[in-house]
Every structure is written in C-alpha cells, then in structure tokens.
C-alpha cells in the first residue's frame, strides 16, 4: 500500500493538470490560441530559463555518469529502429526517415519530462544532461539530414546558406541555447548571483504547470482545417495506421526496456539510476517531431498520431515503470 500511495502521488498532479488543459482545449476556455500562446511561453522563456538555471548549478560531470549511457543506447536503438521501418518497410525518402527515426526515439523531455521527473524522481538533475544529449548531438543530426534531404529547403536554397542555418541552429533555438549558456556558466565553477538565480527559479518554475497544460491542450484533436490537425506535404500512404503503431511501440515499450537492459546487463546501475534512465526513456514522442515535419513541408501525420498515442499510452507505460522500479519519496 505505502508503494501504491506513493506512485499516486506522483502522477496525479500529472493526469490532473493533463486534464484541466484537456477540457480547457475542448471547451474553448481560454481561446483558440491558448495551446500556441502558452506553448511559446513554455518553450521560449520557462522552459530555457529552468534549463540555464538546472545546467549553471549541475557540474559538467555529471553529463559523463554511466545514466547516460544507458539511455543513449536506447535512444539510438529506437531510432535505428524507427529509420529502418520508415526505410525498409515503407520506402520512405531520407528526410522522412529522419522524422521516422525521431517519432520513434526523441523523448518529450522539455516539457514533460522535467515535471515527470519532478513527481517521480523527486527532482530534475537528470532531466538536463538527457536534454543536452537530445539538443547538442541528437538534433543537430537530425537537422542536418532533412537540411541536406529532399525536404532539406525550398528551391534554390543554396548549400552555403543551409549551413549557415545550421550553425546558428543554438542562437535560434532557445532550449538549446538555454542549457549551452547554463553549462557555460557551471564549467566556469562560478555560483550564479542570487537575484539572476531566483529570476530563473521564478519564470522556471511557471513551466512545470504551463506544460502539463499544453500538454492537455494538445490531446484534443482539433477539425480538419484547424491549426495542429491539418496534414502537410507527404506522399501517398503517409502515416499509415501499422506504420504509426510501430512508431508508438518502439518508443514507449522497446526504447525503455532497452535502456533497462543495458543499466541492468551492461553498467549495473543502481536503483535510482536505473529508475531515473528507465522514466526518462519511457516519454512520449517529442512535439518538436511535429515542428520539424511541418517546418520542413513533409507530411505531419506520422508524427502528430505518433505525438498523440505515445503521449496516452506513456501515462501507463511510466506509471508501470513507478509501480515496478519505485519512486522516490516526497
């Protein structure tokens, strides 16, 4: 019962506000832009200032622990996986290959792995290297592939000017470089001044809750014709239901048990470790899938169903983690 307690404690206040931004988005409570509004609050000032404010006081060391290891293997595992059924199984061109391979394999961990982590974890330093691994090496890769694919840019986009884009991937992206400055600042082994420190505690800690809303805001489908619910580009097939649950199924059951096995078999983690790697691979599909297909002018519903579906079943998925690894007490 103590252990039953426990996970509900720490996943209610998820499914709850989950909820509340649900109903917000099928009722029209706060409007027909809240999800785009609050989301950008999310991902360009909250978010950033909880990454810059997590990295600046978590020493660069920690980024090397054998935690990472582990779920960098499941993560690569996973989006070999998804890259080869897009690939092989449904001959799809390079640049929706990499979206495959992200739909797959890029875990949700800006905005709902930090209050996941928060609830099941007890707090969220492992949350900041497993977004420096996904920021610093895993889209730069990506990018790179739908940059230089079919998809890459429009006609006429010189190679020059694809690079450039590239190299100033980090000053565009305020996640990424939101966590480059906060480990700037912790290689530097200085504190942050108190008034800079509580700054980003403040805005930091509005992207717990906001998230968990957007999140809810983003499982109500939306009409043809309405925003996040029309299709881009793509071809014919595109999205194909057993392609969309191979999808779903390499990220939420394959990836973290592939990452179980590797801290188990492989670095003998210990409990928490495993339970921090094994949480963290579990997440949902990334909503940044969705942003690069539409973005890139491939078809969106790979990865928006796969956003969709992953999200819905990881709320058994983690919960499953939590009843069988344990979470930490409050």
């Not at 190299?167 to 942050?192: D, E, K, M, Y």
């Not at 108190?194 to 700054?199: E, I, L």
Request: proline content about 6%.
């Amino acid at each position: 019962m103590p252990a039953l307690a426990s996970l509900l404690s720490a996943f209610v206040p998820i499914w709850a506000l989950t909820a509340v931004g649900y109903l917000a988005a099928r009722t029209g409570l706060l409007g027909e832009q809240a999800e785009d509004v609050l989301g950008l609050l999310v991902f360009r000032l909250a978010m950033p200032a909880a990454l810059f404010g997590l990295t600046a006081r978590t020493p660069l060391g920690a980024f090397a622990d054998a935690s990472l290891l582990a779920f960098a293997a499941g993560t690569v595992l996973a989006m070999l996986l998804g890259l080869a059924v897009s690939r092989w199984a449904f001959g799809r061109r390079p640049a929706e290959q990499a979206i495959g391979a992200m739909a797959a394999g890029y875990v949700n961990a800006a905005n709902l792995g930090i209050p996941v982590a928060v609830q099941v974890l007890g707090d969220a330093t492992f949350i900041a290297p497993v977004l420096l691994f996904q920021v610093l090496l895993v889209t730069p890769v990506v990018l790179t592939v739908l940059e230089g694919g079919e998809a890459g840019g429009r006609p006429g986009r010189a190679a020059g000017t694809r690079a450039g884009r590239l190299l100033l991937l980090p000053l565009r992206s305020p996640v990424i470089l939101g966590a480059g400055l906060g480990s700037l600042v912790s290689a530097t082994g200085l504190p942050l001044p108190q008034a800079v420190r509580h700054s980003c505690e403040l805005l930091g800690g509005a992207g717990v809750p906001t998230a968990l809303l957007v999140l809810g805001m983003s499982l109500h489908v939306r009409p043809a014709g309405a925003g996040a619910g029309v299709d881009v580009g793509g071809g014919a097939g595109a999205g194909r239901p057993v392609e969309i649950g191979a999808s779903v199924v390499i990220k939420t059951l394959v990836q973290p048990l592939a990452a179980f096995a590797v801290g188990v078999l492989a670095l003998h983690l210990t409990d928490r470790q495993l339970l921090a790697v094994v949480v963290c691979s579990a997440l949902p599909t990334a909503q940044n899938v969705f942003i690069y297909a539409r973005q890139y002018e491939l078809s969106t519903v790979l990865a928006r169903k796969s956003v969709l579906y992953s999200t819905l079943l990881s709320m058994l998925t983690l919960s499953a983690v939590g009843w069988a690894l344990g979470t930490v007490p409050h």
